[in-house]
């Protein structure tokens, strides 16, 4: 079982980025996926959470209205567009798999996680 994240990179306040996570060694459509984030000494936080069917998702207030998440289960595919970025999204971004209905922002929720990508939005 394998996620890996990727898209991070340097990008000015206002700027785009959007993140990809390769999903493999499972049915893709069998999991939540979920996107988390964790700033340099603060603790990893839920940004997102899409369901198997993406028929619901969740999106901590702070992303509302710029980013979106979306899957391509046939590509094993998930996303996270992100628009208008700011300089509090920089971090460190991590995709992660849990075998659960609906979506949930809790790090315990999910089993499977990916190595990081490190988002840097300057002022």
């Known amino acids: 079982v394998q996620l890996q994240a990727s898209g991070g990179g340097l990008v000015q306040a206002g700027g785009s980025l959007r993140l990809s996570c390769a999903v493999s060694?499972?049915?893709?459509?069998?999991?939540?996926i979920g996107w988390f984030r964790q700033a340099p000494g603060k603790e990893r936080e839920g940004v997102s959470s899409?369901?198997?069917?993406?028929?619901?998702?969740y999106y901590v207030d702070s992303v509302k209205g710029r980013f979106t998440t979306s899957r391509d289960n046939a590509e094993n595919m998930v996303y996270l567009q992100m628009n208008s970025l700011k300089p509090d999204d920089t971090a460190v971004y991590y995709c992660?798999?849990?075998?659960?209905?609906?979506?949930?922002?809790?790090?315990?929720?999910?089993?499977?996680w990916g190595q990081g990508t490190l988002v840097t939005v300057s002022s």
């Open positions: 899409i369901s198997r069917s993406s028929g619901s998702i």
């Open positions: 060694g499972f049915t893709t459509n069998d999991y939540t």
């Open positions: 992660a798999a849990g075998l659960f209905p609906g979506t949930s922002a809790r790090r315990s929720a999910y089993r499977y």
